[in-house]
């Protein structure tokens, strides 16, 4: 049997284990927080930098957010999976208006991402290439298929072609935003993207008042 000074130098050896253990894995985990920290505050960096680049061209300014705001709109960068992975992987415009009714028209290839509510449901409409390329949501059937139309559809190709990237129109009550799940880095991509976006949604202005 171990005498009483054998198992206190035996209890000091483990309680040293465990205390370089713990030590090791808080510093871990502090380096990993650090390390999401940084990550973080570069991807703010470089948001803000490619909202600068075109700030002049659209007449804008850089408010909270960083976003930046022009005359047609708020214009926002995100990276959706930050902290994790700070890439840029969003790209919208956001433009305040007053709608009666909700809707949503995106691409059939991303409908996944834009699920039925208890309000917003699937409209059935009557052209079958639109509904090839697009799926349209709405609080009101007929709104939607008011709005679903080749005018609105083209721009949204348009702006489409222009940035490489699928786009989408999320239409609420006092707002309507456009956006792409890209990256667009350089200032002729951004600014192509809030000019189409501000022609989609003046395409959707005068449909949805007609």
Do not use: C, W
């Amino acid at each position: 049997m171990a005498s009483m000074p054998n198992m206190a130098r035996i209890a000091v050896a483990v309680l040293a284990v465990l205390l370089v253990y713990v030590g090791r894995q808080f510093l871990r985990k502090l380096g990993r927080a650090r390390s999401i920290d940084r990550a973080a505050e570069e991807s703010q960096g470089t948001i803000h930098h490619r909202l600068e680049s075109v700030a002049l061209a659209l007449g804008g300014s850089i408010v909270e957010g960083p976003a930046l705001q022009t005359p047609k709109g708020r214009l926002a960068l995100l990276a959706t999976r930050s902290p994790q992975d700070p890439a840029i992987d969003v790209v919208k415009l956001t433009v305040p208006l007053s709608s009666p009714f909700a809707v949503t028209v995106i691409p059939v290839a991303d409908q996944a991402k834009a699920l039925e509510t208890r309000t917003l449901r699937t409209v059935e409409l009557g052209d079958p290439e639109l509904a090839a390329r697009y799926k349209v949501l709405s609080s009101d059937a007929d709104f939607g298929r008011r709005i679903a139309k080749p005018e609105l559809v083209e721009r949204l190709k348009e702006l489409e072609k222009a940035v490489g990237a699928r786009a989408r129109l999320q239409v609420a009550p006092h707002g309507a935003t456009v956006l792409v799940e890209r990256d667009l880095a350089e200032p002729a991509q951004l600014q192509a993207f809030h000019d189409g976006s501000v022609a989609v949604i003046e395409a959707f202005r005068k449909l949805a008042g007609g």
